[in-house]
């Protein structure tokens, strides 16, 4: 049938009377009730599907597919055997924590539909059986009839039939685009044209800027660009983050060593001629003490304070996880507007009275200064300068307003440009236009690409006029110079002419101004009998500047290896213009288009994709294609997004990331992180916060894992040795969630090394325990082991107190080696001289606290009897002391020699 489901069909290069033809409709009457009645049935309503997603309850038990949560869970039902219920409780506390966090993340992650639908208009204007009739917005089929109007969103994609000459679309959700686009009934010449440049179609999402417009409805529901685009995000799968795999295989290989070293101590002690039901106590008690078992809940406390310290940096973080993930970024993929440009047009330059001045300030804040050959002037005493500055101040529609200290327009951002640029000056256009009230405006079309409008002055009007300069001078017949008048010449054209090509290289927006003097209001209010004859004043060349601070950002990701990639909807010469002034483009890159790219196999731009730097005009297949080919290649990518357009991306990308201000519902819902200021540098800011998080996280992993090596290694020297027990499972348990927690969670809140930046990001696939770290680790739980031993055996087997007391060294040098051990576990580089003792305050307050609790359990006569410890005597305490730092002190000599021969590298 001719209205049958049509896909792919390039309705822009049909005229009006063809599409509705090919969709049996009428341009005058639109569809009848009946036949509307009958597409709904056939079509649907026009919404947006949802996907079968995951009932919450299956969120939820999905959070316990890990093995080291499973392990935790066994070493809780062991604890509780044991009767420990205090360890069984809190190891289900860390395990259900998790799991809710899990939970929370990945419930909220899958709202990104329910934005979508937000965007659709409830209800639409839609001429039926003749008629103008407001239906449901979900009810408008294909073959549709709509009247759009300014401040209407638009509800299905639709082809433009008719409109008045000032018809705009604000498509920015879409296309990225910052400005209104101008529509045109006129149809395009070339299938293949970017949706941003399809001048006649109008797209569900966007709203209408001004004007009015008929428009045929040509898809509704999944069938327009906003249900390609749902689809897509739907059709991505959420992937586990580095650190949620590392963790997940990390956990597997420390529970194995684990198991078959407790197995082993297992062994050694019953051939020893222990008591089996006793061997098999200790042997549990070691198993259940030798897995971290506060290590995930350790990550997740880190983790929260690390976007905790990222909110102060304008980043709130929505996952968790992707908090780590941050800090292993290898490429930033950026959109350019608002992001890496002030999303503020500024002038830049002014061509008047024959010279070109130079205007400084970026933004739309009123200050800055005009320069000519680099030397400030006055813009009040040059005649044609302050003649283009009353043009662009009475020539305007916009308003600026001041909220708060900050600047900000009201109307087109042009216009925005042109009011602060007379600001500038200390002109005003509210004191401008009590002398010279607006009469009549007609309004800028697309086709005219001109603005006029007409004011009373002195008993006369003046028409001033902006608009493309090559339309402008064509309509010129004086130019104004010097004060005065007079004929422009061909020569003046040709100059002109030049001096708009030369900025326009620039990847400048040049517009013109004239005027044109009546003794009074012309009868004919048309363009054509107005806009002619005109007087020439001069151009205005702006554009969007880069933002300062993002400059000094993309400095600091080459410093620290990541590369940065500008995606934008805007032309090829402007983003590499900007590309350029920010410093973003490297010696031999490229810039490309969406057509260039769409053009490329998968196996030419997965060749190419490294040495492109730039994108402009690009669709959400593109960005979505970018995202996929840079992770093909092993690299961890961030993508920054704002519209609607960006969110499949952003939710591919392994860091999605969504702008705070201008962000679309919808982004932000299937983002990782969302920058609150819509800055670049705070994105830097945030990877700094993630490498320095990661770094925190390795050095509480190497903590608790060596001092967990310690223990071991004790319990398998002394069997080895067929020494009597030297720790009782209560004191393996103790030191394990109580010392050593409270110093594994001050070493979360270590400051960052101030060369964090300098460094390249680590590889994706790089383990939390690379082998040189392994070595360090086994060495200095070897060291922790052989202090706890000495320890036990001076006091045993020298001064012959008997075995309580023996226990009683072994439990405090075991647990005080550990505390002096927290300092040494900062870096495996730096001395703690270097870094300083109290450069981490919380960290000390665990010491000291996880110290009191050791000396309670020693002292206090309840907790002596659960303990089985005894007094010590001053003598005991200095051995304890003694041996204790030990550890510590053989850590900075091996970190004095590796400073001078550099023997290893761990961070």
Same mark, same amino acid.
């Given at each position: ?309 990222? %909110? ?222 005109? %007087? ?219 060369d964090i930046m300098n460094r390249p990001p680590r590889k994706p696939n790089e383990p939390i325990v690379d082998r040189k770290r392994a070595v ?29 007391r023996a226990r009683t060294a072994a439990f405090i040098v075991l647990s005080v080696s550990q505390l002096f051990h927290a300092l040494n576990s ?82």
């Amino acid at each position: 049938m001719a209205e049958e489901k049509k896909t792919g069909i390039a309705y822009w290069v049909m005229s009006p009377e063809e599409v509705a033809s090919g969709l049996a409709s009428d341009l005058k009457q639109g569809l009848t009730s009946a036949e509307a009645a009958r597409r709904l049935s056939q079509y649907g309503y026009n919404q947006l599907q949802e996907a079968p997603g995951r009932s919450p309850v299956k969120v939820f038990l999905d959070q316990f597919k890990s093995f080291l949560i499973w392990v935790l869970i066994g070493a809780a039902i062991v604890s509780g055997f044991l009767g420990e219920w205090v360890d069984a409780l809190a190891i289900i506390g860390i395990v259900l924590l998790n799991s809710v966090l899990g939970f929370i993340q990945e419930f909220r992650a899958e709202k990104a539909l329910l934005a979508l639908k937000k965007m659709a208009a409830p209800f639409a204007k839609v001429i039926r059986d003749g008629e103008l009739k407001a239906v449901p917005a979900k009810e408008i089929v294909p073959g549709d009839l709509l009247e759009l109007e300014a401040g209407d969103h638009v509800p299905a994609d639709a082809r433009v039939v008719y409109h008045t000459p000032n018809f705009s679309v604000h498509e920015a959700t879409l296309t990225g685009e910052s400005t209104p686009v101008f529509k045109t009934v006129a149809q395009l010449d070339e299938e293949e044209v970017p949706l941003a440049d399809r001048a006649n179609m109008v797209y569900s999402g966007t709203s209408v800027s001004s004007g009015k417009a008929r428009v045929l409805v040509v898809g509704t529901g999944m069938n327009t660009e906003l249900g390609r685009i749902a689809r897509m995000i739907q059709e991505i799968l959420i992937e586990t983050t580095p650190l949620q795999r590392k963790l997940e295989q990390f956990g597997r290989w420390i529970v194995y060593l684990c198991f078959f070293l407790v197995g082993l101590i297992f062994v050694l002690e019953w051939l020893r001629g222990g008591k089996l039901v006793e061997v098999f106590l200790t042997a549990v008690s070691l198993a259940v003490a030798a897995i971290p078992e506060g290590l995930p809940a350790v990550v997740t406390i880190a983790l929260a304070l690390g976007v905790q310290r990222m %909110v102060k940096r304008h980043a709130l973080i929505r996952k968790l996880p992707s908090v780590e993930t941050l800090g292993a970024a290898t490429v930033i993929c950026s959109d350019k507007t608002g992001t890496l440009t002030k999303n503020e047009m500024t002038v830049k330059y002014v061509y008047a009275d024959g010279q070109l001045f130079a205007v400084t300030g970026t933004g739309y804040e009123p200050v800055g200064e005009f320069l000519l050959q680099g030397k400030k002037v006055d813009p009040l005493a040059i005649p044609g300068l302050y003649k283009i500055l009353v043009c662009g101040l009475l020539c305007n529609s916009a308003a600026l307003v001041e909220t708060a200290g900050k600047f900000r327009v009201l109307g087109d951002p042009t216009e925005g440009a042109l009011l602060t640029l007379g600001y500038k000056a200390g002109l005003r256009k509210e004191t401008l236009e009590e002398k010279e009230p607006l009469l009549e405006e007609i309004p800028f079309d697309s086709e005219r690409k001109m603005m006029t409008m007409l004011r009373q002055h002195d008993g006369q009007v003046i028409a001033y006029v902006k608009g493309a300069p090559d339309v402008l001078l064509k309509n010129c017949s004086a130019i104004y110079e010097s004060g005065q008048e007079r004929p422009i010449t061909p020569e003046d054209v040709k100059k002109i002419l030049g001096v708009n090509e030369s900025l326009a290289s620039q990847a400048l927006r040049v517009l013109g101004c004239a005027y044109r003097k009546f003794s009074a209001l012309p009868e004919k209010l048309e363009a054509s009998e107005i806009e002619k004859d005109l %007087v020439f004043v001069g151009l205005l060349a702006m554009i969007d500047p880069p933002r300062p601070e993002a400059v000094e950002a993309i400095a600091a990701c080459r410093r620290a290896g990541i590369k940065p990639v500008m995606i934008t909807g805007d032309h090829k010469v402007t983003a590499v213009a900007i590309a350029k002034e920010l410093g973003l483009l490297d010696e031999g890159a490229e810039a490309v288009s969406g057509e260039e790219l769409e053009a490329m196999t998968a196996e030419e731009f997965e060749e190419k994709v490294s040495h492109i730097q730039v994108y402009a005009r690009v669709s959400p297949e593109h960005k979505l294609r970018i995202v996929r080919a840079w992770k093909k290649k092993g690299q961890v990518v961030a993508m920054t997004g704002d519209g609607v357009n960006d969110a499949p991306a952003v939710k591919e990308a392994d860091i999605g990331v969504a702008m705070g201000i201008t962000g679309t519902d919808v982004t932000k819902e299937v983002s990782d992180m969302v920058i609150t200021d819509d800055n670049f540098a705070s994105i830097v800011a945030a990877v700094e916060e993630g490498r320095a998080i990661y770094d925190n996280i390795k050095k509480f992993v190497h903590y608790l894992l060596s001092c967990n090596l310690g223990e071991i290694m004790v319990m398998f020297l002394a069997a080895l040795f067929s020494w009597p027990v030297p720790l009782l499972p209560i004191h393996i348990l103790w030191v394990n969630l109580v010392t050593d927690g409270f110093p594994a969670l001050g070493l979360g809140f270590d400051p960052p090394d101030r060369d964090i930046m300098n460094r390249p990001p680590r590889k994706p696939n790089e383990p939390i325990v690379d082998r040189k770290r392994a070595v360090l680790m086994i060495l200095q739980g070897m060291f922790i082991a052989l202090s706890t031993l000495a320890a036990y055996f001076y006091v045993l087997n020298v001064e012959k107190e008997g075995i309580v007391r023996a226990r009683t060294a072994a439990f405090i040098v075991l647990s005080v080696s550990q505390l002096f051990h927290a300092l040494n576990s900062r870096s495996q580089m730096k001395s703690i001289f270097e870094l300083g003792f109290f450069t981490n305050l919380k960290l000390i307050w665990a010491i000291l606290v996880s110290l009191v609790l050791q000396l309670a359990v020693v002292y206090v006569p309840f907790l002596q009897k659960i303990f089985k410890t005894q007094n010590l005597t001053a003598f005991d305490w200095v051995l304890i002391f003694v041996l204790s730092s030990l550890t510590l002190w053989l850590m900075e000599v091996i970190k004095f020699f590796n400073k001078e021969f550099r023997i290893y590298q761990v961070y």
